[in-house]
């Protein structure tokens, strides 16, 4: 089969290589991918700034959507034909976080998605919501996971405010499940043309963060002085403290991601946390049944994910894309 493998560090050395087809063990299932997304964990893995100790060769990506080509011995809940995406976090089924549980990430831990084929224990999957195509599928265990916990700690009434950070894969699926949640969203961006994009799924009122970098203020405008019930936070250090400035007394920041980059401690915002009585929840993608749950969710209301697709052989320029930042919601490989 082929696959894209990290042999070296770096978006240019990703090798398109031949591997030998795997064949499914006792209780695993062969699954032929149809198609990955990037996250921003996978260009920080190529680029070796994730885990710079990352075994190599590794095959990167948690994401991918595909059908069941073949089932190994003892497995009941898998058949050839059906429609399945991995699970981020392989030995997460349900339950608490444990450091057991987090061993055995796609793409990291273990070799991920961006192969023609790959064997996963049977519990490591789902099924895909019906009116998905595989490429939209593909886009779910990670970004969609990471945005639907991001919103339940937030724990929101209809009519709460909740504030978005720029427009990629995690923050789109933010503003789409806030809106089925009855949230009022306001979002930030580096673009009025991604701004207009997002106002087309719902975003109810936007700023160019480049623009007018005080969006802490103008957050706190918007709602009348109060700030806003819930920040997705993916900006990480950089981004805190307008975070929290923004955010209302008792107000939750979920804390997902590193834009920014790395943390300094010596600017943690300890005054704003304490005055605003903020929760700061960390958010770590999800367990299967979240993954489950998130589905019946995205069925029931029909919601399409939002990207960009590339043929599997462009995963470089893709990359690239999401390195300038260039992109809106998700990038999308469809492999063949
Ligand atoms: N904790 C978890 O479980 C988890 C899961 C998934 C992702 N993450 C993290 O969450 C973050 C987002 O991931 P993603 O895959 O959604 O990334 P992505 O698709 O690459 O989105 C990046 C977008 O965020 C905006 N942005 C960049 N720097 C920013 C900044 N300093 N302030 C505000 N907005 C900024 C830009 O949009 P505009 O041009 O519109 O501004 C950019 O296109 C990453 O740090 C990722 O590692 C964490």
Redesign the pocket.
Known sequence: MKAWQISSFGVDSLEFVERPTPSPGSGEVLVRVRAIS???????MIKGL?NPKLQLPRIPCSDGAGEVAAVGEGVVAWKPGDRVAGI?MQNWLDGALTPAKARGALGGDIDGMLAEYVVLHETGLVSLPEHLSFQEAATLP??A???W?ALAAGNLRPGANVLI?????????ALQFARLQGARVL?????YE??DR?YTLGLDAGLN??EDPEWDRWALDQTGGQGVDLVVE???A??LSRSLRALRIGGVVA???????PADPVSLPIASILHKQARIQ?????SRKDFEEMNKAISLAALRPVGENFPWSHARQALTR?EE???????VLTVA
Do not use: P
């Not at 950070?165 to 699926?173: A, H, L, R």
């Open positions: 990037f996250n921003y964990r996978d260009l920080l994730y981020f990670c970004a996971l990471t945005a916990n950070q720029g427009t990629g894969g995690v923050s789109i699926f979002g930030i961006s580096s673009s991604k701004l997002a963060y480049r993916v900006g990480g950089g981004t804390q997902v991601g590193v834009l920014s980059g960390g958010i770590y993608v999800g999401m930042a260039t992109h809106f919601g998700k990038l």
